[in-house]
């Protein structure tokens, strides 16, 4: 027999599903949104949906945007010799907002990780080998998290990166290994940037070797 009334139940459900909101939370905003009052709920409920009717992907860097090319990407005034290459929309912002990068982005859109069944095809990189052959920019930045699978991925980029002869970097170590670029804060995120050293320079290993 449920907890609560079946809607309740199921508002419970589909909120239980967000990122880091467990049963207690769900149920806890559940009712916060009870509330609040049908009209609130609605704006809600409509700016949930409104992305579907919106936003397209930026058919240059694969981020989300409502016109095409996006606001950066359509930018005279950024950098368009070099590109930093994220997995996500979020670490694309978390880099952006330092303001100490002015070139342009490209999103994988995730990192390789065979436990989670994440291969190549399943991130944007033939898309990414398309607009490197046609854009032919200077210096790629390989700004992934300090993880298994971002250095996993940082390794199989920089052996398939390595005919296109470009400047190939990486952030630098001030980024503590195991955390994610979305939750760093802007100052660790600046020094990691301007400390950015050549991949060809050093020896790629795993996290926490030598």
Known sequence: MPKFPRPIE??????????????????RYAFHLLKRGAAERAR????????DLTLKTCSNCRNYTENDPCAICGDERRDRDTVCIVASE????????????????????????AADG????????????????????????LALDPTIEGEATMMYLTRLLAPFRMRLTRLARGLP?????????ETTLSDALRGRREIAAEKMTSPGAG
């Open 10 to 27: 199921n508002l419970i459900t589909e909120l239980g599903k967000l990122p880091g909101v467990g049963p207690k939370t769900a149920e």
């Open 44 to 51: 809600l409920a409509e700016a949930v949906v409104a992305p």
């Open 118 to 141: 994440v291969a190549p095809s399943d991130l944007n990189i033939r898309e990414l080998l398309d607009r490197l052959r046609r854009d032919n920019p200077k210096e790629l930045i």
């Open 177 to 185: 290994i195991g955390s994610e670029l979305g939750y760093a804060d």
């Open 90 to 113: 979020q670490d694309l912002l978390a880099i952006d907002h330092t303001g100490e990068y002015h070139g342009l982005y490209h999103i994988l859109g995730g990192t390789l990780s």
